[in-house]
Each structure stands twice: as structure tokens, then as C-alpha cells.
């Protein structure tokens, strides 16, 4: 059973840079595909980035395209999410997840292990 651990989250002024770092163990990593989403209160979960198991193909929300990157060290069992010219709309608890499939993608329902979350907070 994959288990998940998300870290590097925290509180950070608009315009301001996060790394999202989420390491795996329980199974291959290298053949899984991974996502990142995120959920702000009130609100229901929303995809944020996937990246396949390769890292060739990746894919984003389009209001985190050209601020946030997802990118992955198979060697090192993780996946990131690098958060660019934050927002105060980018405050949430994002988590990642796994799809044993290997492809990832932008619905909940193709994953199969969830983290914990990390809190990320944009003051405004």
C-alpha cells in the first residue's frame, strides 16, 4: 500500500514562491503517475498539475499555468510542485495523489492513494 507525505507548505506573501515536495513509499513510484490538488474551505477539491510516470507529460489547471511546475526524482520517490508569483486564491491544503495506472490526470477518480495535505497560505 502506497502511503504519501506531503511537506513544504507554510505561509508566504502574494508574489511570493513555494516548493510542494511529496514523497512516496509502499510501491514503485517510478511507474506510478502522480497529481496535485488543492482544496480551500468551503470549497470542493480541484485539480492543480499531473505528471505522468516518465515525467514527459504534464498537465495544469489553467490558473496556475506559467506560475506553478510539477516535476518528479524517480530516484528519490518524489514529486513536486514548484509555486511561482503566488496568489492570495492559491491558499489552500494541497495534497498529493497517485494513479498506479501511470498516466495521472485531471479527475480524482484515476488516483488511488492520497496524502495527508500541506497547508499553503497566501497573505494578500
Known amino acids: 500500500q502506497v502511503q504519501l507525505v506531503e511537506s513544504g507548505g507554510g505561509l508566504v506573501q502574494a508574489g511570493g514562491s513555494l516548493r510542494l515536495s511529496c514523497v512516496a513509499s509502499?510501491?514503485?513510484?517510478?511507474?506510478?503517475?502522480m497529481g496535485w490538488f488543492r482544496q480551500a474551505p468551503g470549497k470542493e477539491r480541484e485539480f492543480v498539475a499531473t505528471?505522468?510516470?516518465?515525467?514527459?507529460?504534464?498537465y495544469y489547471l489553467d490558473s496556475v499555468k506559467g506560475r506553478f511546475t510539477i516535476s518528479r526524482d524517480n530516484a528519490k520517490n518524489t514529486v513536486y510542485l514548484q509555486m511561482n508569483s503566488l496568489k492570495a486564491e492559491d491558499t489552500a491544503v494541497y495534497y498529493c495523489?497517485?494513479?498506479?495506472?501511470?498516466?495521472?490526470?485531471?479527475?480524482?477518480?484515476?488516483?488511488?492513494?492520497w496524502g495527508q495535505g500541506t497547508q499553503v497560505t497566501v497573505s494578500s
Open positions: 505528471i505522468n510516470w516518465s515525467g514527459g507529460t504534464t
Open positions: 509502499g510501491r514503485t513510484f517510478s511507474t506510478d503517475g
Open positions: 495523489a497517485a494513479d498506479r495506472r501511470g498516466r495521472g490526470g485531471a479527475s480524482r477518480l484515476v488516483y488511488d492513494a
